[in-house]
């Protein structure tokens, strides 16, 4: 298959720990935050989501911090397992934009048995 | 498989030749977006749909893109006269209509021009 990102910033972590990957964003407009998951060869995967109106949500292993102050988004996955190894990007849209996401760079997430 | 399908899922052709390339949305979703990646980079917003009425097409990279979406289900983006820049994955996603909505992503089109 297809290889993402050949050249990202890559964070390695042994299975079981708990993994963070990092976003900053520069619209202050943004009001609607994704992240994404991406297989090589694949389309993104959304993960989790949040809304300007919070800083904190979680999911099922997963958790998203929001700081609007410093504009910082950051994706934190609990026991972090082999099939989590993949690109994660996050995103951004303002509210009255239709939905128009703006992506971030992406982090390589290489997972260590 | 209820997600978003995409067809073909490459496309290898000579620069100038015309492509196009399909979407099949969520069938619930109304609203659909085409985006195009290039290698090591994150996906770049290209054009969207509410139904059948395409609300913004600015960010198209050139009058050679066009994108339909004529009974406001699956929708088709066209390139004319490809060129070697074109190379890229296309990809198309879908959400509901209401704002703040996460899309959901097809596995893409890749092109290849030789």
């Known amino acids: 298959g297809e290889s993402v990102g050949l050249h990202l910033p890559t964070l390695s972590v042994q299975e079981g720990d708990n993994s963070i990957i990092n976003c900053a964003y520069s619209?202050?407009?943004?009001?609607?935050f994704i992240w994404y998951k991406q297989e090589s060869g694949k389309g993104p995967q959304f993960i989790i989501d949040?809304?300007?109106?919070?800083d904190k949500r979680q999911g099922q292993r997963v958790t998203v911090l929001l700081n609007k102050t410093v504009k910082h988004l950051s994706l934190q996955i609990a026991a972090t397992q082999p099939g989590d190894s993949a690109v994660y990007f996050c995103?951004?849209?303002?509210?009255?934009?239709?939905?128009?996401?703006?992506f971030g760079g992406g982090t390589r997430l290489m997972v260590k048995p | 498989d209820t997600g978003v399908s995409q067809n073909p899922r490459h496309k290898i052709t000579k620069r100038g030749q015309n492509v196009t390339f399909r979407c099949d949305p969520i069938s619930e979703h109304n609203r659909l977006y085409w985006y195009r990646q290039t290698l090591g980079q994150g996906p770049e917003f290209l054009t969207y749909f509410q139904n059948e009425a395409q609300l913004e097409k600015s960010r198209l990279l050139s009058d050679r893109f066009s994108a339909e979406r004529p009974k406001g289900s699956f929708s088709t983006l066209e390139i004319q006269r490809t060129e070697q820049g074109d190379s890229a994955m296309y990809l198309c996603?879908?959400?509901?209509?209401?704002?703040?909505?996460?899309?959901?992503f097809g596995d893409g089109t890749r092109l290849s021009i030789l």
């Open positions: 949040i809304r300007s109106n919070m």
């Open positions: 619209n202050s407009a943004s009001d609607y």
């Open positions: 995103a951004e849209t303002p509210g009255n934009a239709g939905n128009m996401l703006t």
């Open positions: 996603a879908s959400s509901l209509g209401n704002s703040n909505q996460p899309q959901h």
